[in-house]
């Protein structure tokens, strides 16, 4: 014999009432009910230009700068800070913007990008709608992510500054809009400094920060698998301890290279001695060095401050 199926709660949108309403936003308490039959209430927002309870409201912008040839800055995400009245503070937060009615994510993705910040975009891949406060609102947004090529002549102009942005609108040039250059390497850091001079950081590109982070810190114990890899202990005058000798020793003459792992690298400085590692050992780089009486090969890092 089977058992009935528990009912899952929903909410009877019939019964929904509109407490107020303004040009852009409207409040309605919604009537839902549970597993056992009774009804419960719930205050939410929604924006009055949504179309149905399906309609993707907004885009969130990820875009990347490619064909940057000024050193490192080539790996960047265009990032926008802006004043706020509901925080009443300046934002550091994705570009965004709402879908018009006749538009594809895609497209409004495009425009957008090129109203805040002056760039035009190519699009690369867009993601579902996702929610943004689903215990506060309805509105849905999807993410959507370009490429910025500093080869074209438009783009180049807008990076140095050199041709001033017309296409952002006018409330948002009010509020004092200006887009932000910020490291994919290194974000979560370049946060937090925005965060300690008193901008508010937007919910989602702090989760972007972090998930880099931890694929980085993947990544790095990935590439330090295949090394020999020494923990620095040193002892009470700030010397390596003989344990840590006696590795380093061991090492050197069983593999002709280790990794030293401690807290007093910063973890720049450990990704490059992971990418030294790899792209030296098998190569007649000049970073490449053989000891007079010793045939292994050691890779060496010229300093703190240069590429590698």
């Not at 019964?15 to 309605?28: P, Y």
């Not at 901008?199 to 590109?205: D, I, R």
């Amino acid at each position: 014999m089977s058992s009935t199926p528990t009912p899952k709660p929903r909410v009877d949108f019939e019964k929904t009432e509109t407490v107020g309403s303004t040009r852009w936003m409207r409040l309605e308490t919604l009537t839902y009910k549970v597993e056992d039959g009774s009804e419960r209430k719930w205050d939410r927002a929604v924006r009055t230009t949504k179309k149905s309870e399906d309609a993707i409201d907004a885009v969130v912008i990820l875009a990347l700068l490619k064909n940057n040839h000024d050193g490192d800055e080539g790996d960047q995400i265009v990032c926008v800070k802006q004043f706020r009245p509901p925080l009443d503070a300046f934002t550091l937060e994705l570009p965004a913007g709402l879908i018009d009615s006749d538009e594809e994510p895609a497209e409004a993705a495009i425009r957008e990008f090129r109203e805040e910040t002056g760039y035009l975009g190519t699009v690369s891949g867009v993601l579902p709608a996702s929610y943004l406060s689903p215990g506060l609102t309805n509105e849905s947004a999807c993410l959507v992510r370009l490429e910025v090529d500093l080869a074209l002549e438009h783009n180049r102009k807008i990076h140095n500054n050199q041709v001033k942005n017309d296409s952002l609108e006018g409330c948002e040039a009010d509020r004092g809009l200006e887009k932000i250059l910020l490291p994919r390497k290194g974000l979560l850091r370049a946060l937090h400094k925005h965060e300690e001079q008193g901008t508010k950081v937007f919910a989602a590109l702090y989760s972007f920060a972090l998930g880099m982070e931890i694929g980085e810190a993947s990544s790095l114990s990935k590439a330090t698998s295949n090394f020999p890899i020494v923990q620095l202990e040193l002892d009470s005058d700030g010397n390596p301890a003989p344990e840590t000798s006696l590795a380093v020793t061991s090492a050197l003459r069983d593999c002709g290279f280790l990794l030293v792992k401690t807290n007093l690298l910063p973890l720049e400085l450990q990704r490059r001695v992971i990418r030294a590692s790899c792209q030296f050992l098998s190569s007649n780089s000049d970073a490449v060095i053989s000891h007079p009486s010793d045939p292994k090969k050691y890779a060496m890092l010229k300093g703190v401050d240069d590429p590698v």
